[in-house]
């Protein structure tokens, strides 16, 4: 069974790592320049309307935002890792795609997003997901780190007829958030860099998750 990192290795930095695939991921064409600083087609909150927070009805999310105050950047991480749900259960990434310039940096959406933006999958993942916030770290001026513990234990491809719940179920990842000028002429909170799993912080963070991601659909 493939994860969910590998499904999405289009959104993955080097520091991530991809689980076993049944095939190798496509090689990308050249990524073409990204128009993040541009004035964009639609406005940031017209961007954030069309992203499905709470999952879809396929893959629904539920959030535990107890772990940390929901700020500006912690909210922008979450919009960004409900955004890869949402693409990793869609058939047709080319819409999800071209809103990439909305969650993430430029330098992030051109090598991971945009030489996708033609992919189409007839094999998305479905299964509920739960996601909690533990903690936010700042990292320098207009920059911070938000960590999250993942229970993916019962997403599964959709053609995956025999699944069961995975014993490891548990991820700790983290987003590298930065307050970035962009094409409205405002400061945004955007990806630039995604760890899954951040293993240098599993140490901290890997118990408390794992005695989390215990959930029953």
Partial sequence: MRTLTAVITVLTTALATAGCTKEESPKPPPATPSSASTAPSLTFEE???????????????????????????????????AYEYWLSQATDWGPIVALGNYFYGDSHYDRFLAPFATTTSDNPYVGPV???????????????????????????ESEDTDFTVRDKRASVQSYTMTNVASGDGERHWLTEKRSNPDTGREPKYGAECTKWAKHKS
């Fill in 130 to 156: 739960w996601i909690r916030v533990m903690g936010v770290e700042q990292t320098g001026t207009d920059q911070a780190t938000v960590v999250f513990c993942t229970d993916d234990g019962y997403l599964h």
């Fill in 47 to 81: 961007a954030y309307r069309k992203l499905p927070m709470d999952g879809t009805a396929d893959l629904p999310i539920t959030w535990d935002l107890s772990g940390a105050p929901d700020t500006d950047e912690v909210l922008a991480a979450r919009r960004s890792l």
